[in-house]
Nanobody
Framework: EVQLVESGGGLVQAGGSLRLSCVAS????????IGWFRQAPGKEREGVSC????????DYTDSVKGRFTISTDNAKNTVYLQMNSLKPEDTAVYYC???????????????????????WGRGTQVTVSA
């Protein structure tokens, strides 16, 4: 079965850290851009970070630059999102998604419609308390 599965979410105090994982089954990341997205209750979905499976290039939304780091472990077919210095406004359900082709990570961050992606995970909840 082809799918993306996120894990690693939880409850953490402000200033704390979490590492999210996105594991791919049934395909490899080589030809894909992998994006992390988040959606808080009552708010629009937002692109958080992206990495290219082909060349490792990355991009981040401004609000997480310097705090979040995206990376891949190709041997494990896993993309990670290391989140440090977490803030209450980071609270959301976090999703990973994959799109095949040459779409730039900059474009991925602003493309939040699920239908634009080949694969989309079910999400993991991140809650940051003040």
């Amino acid at each position: 079965e082809v799918q993306l599965v996120e894990s690693g979410g939880g409850l953490v105090q402000a200033g704390g850290s979490l590492r999210l994982s996105c594991v791919a089954s049934g395909f490899t990341f080589d030809d894909y851009r992998i994006g992390w997205f988040r959606q808080a209750p009552g708010k629009e979905r937002e692109g958080v970070s992206c990495i290219s499976g082909s060349d490792g290039s990355t991009d981040y939304t401004d609000s997480v630059k310097g705090r979040f780091t995206i990376s891949t472990d190709n041997a494990k077919n896993t993309v990670y999102l290391q989140m440090n210095s977490l803030k209450p406004e980071d609270t959301a359900v976090y999703y990973c998604a994959a799109v095949r082709g040459e779409t730039s990570c900059t474009t991925v961050l602003i493309t939040t419609i699920r239908a634009e992606y080949h694969y989309w995970g079910r999400g993991t909840q991140v809650t940051v308390s003040a």
